[in-house]
């Protein structure tokens, strides 16, 4: 990685704890400058404004998870194990257990021109990320002969159905465990 590289990672890192801490609405430039400890010049070398520092660190934390799930199937992990681990993981983040980019998230695609071309990439690709894993247990035996496809779809769309409820609803764990365990019994 070269050092324009490292730098604009380095912005987006740093970036990426503003957006979890104040949203996406309230961050300014100078919120980003101040935490990066750069001037102004050097952070509009990278970008131009909030909203494309937080479109690339979407489409970073996108490809990073994209890569995670690759990598455990490259390694054979057990597909149950995989799809747990990313279930584990969505649902600290629906309990807010974790800090996320949740809210931010939300709050670029209500401001955000393009937030239907955004929310169906996001889909898409959650979707077709899954479908690989469910192929991918489908073809080590753990999972059922299901239509990948179809159960991914369900899978994404259940997630974001959780996401959007624990927002209006003070869900509990136990709610969040009952529905993930019966996603996962239709699987194997």
């Known amino acids: 990685m070269g050092k ?8 987006l890192e740093k970036a990426k704890g503003v957006f979890m801490e ?8 100078k919120d980003i400058v101040d935490a990066c400890n750069i001037s102004r010049g050097g952070l509009y070398l990278y970008f131009s404004s909030t909203e494309e520092v ?12 994209q890569q995670r799930m690759e990598i455990a199937i490259w390694e054979n992990l057990p597909a149950k194990e995989i799809l747990l681990d990313y279930l584990e993981k969505r649902k600290k983040l629906i309990l807010k257990k974790s800090p996320s980019l949740t809210q931010a998230g939300h709050e670029f695609l209500t401001r955000n021109s393009d937030a239907q071309m955004i929310k169906k ?10 479908r690989g894993l469910i192929l991918y247990g489908i073809q080590t035996k753990e999972f059922k002969q299901v239509d990948a496809g179809t159960w991914a779809r369900h899978i994404a769309l259940f997630l974001y159905g959780l996401e959007l409820t624990a927002q209006s609803l003070d869900l509990h764990e136990g709610i969040v465990d009952e529905q993930i365990n019966f996603t996962i019994r239709g699987l194997v």
Not at 22 to 29: E, L
Not at 54 to 65: C, K, V
Not at 121 to 130: H, N, P, R, T
Request: charged content about 25%.
């Open 22 to 29: 104040k949203g996406f609405i309230a961050v300014t430039m």
């Open 54 to 65: 937080f479109l690339a660190l979407f489409l970073r934390e996108a490809e990073y998870e």
């Open 4 to 11: 324009a590289a490292r730098k604009r990672a380095y912005i």
């Open 121 to 130: 990439w996001q889909f898409d690709g959650i979707a077709e990320m899954l």
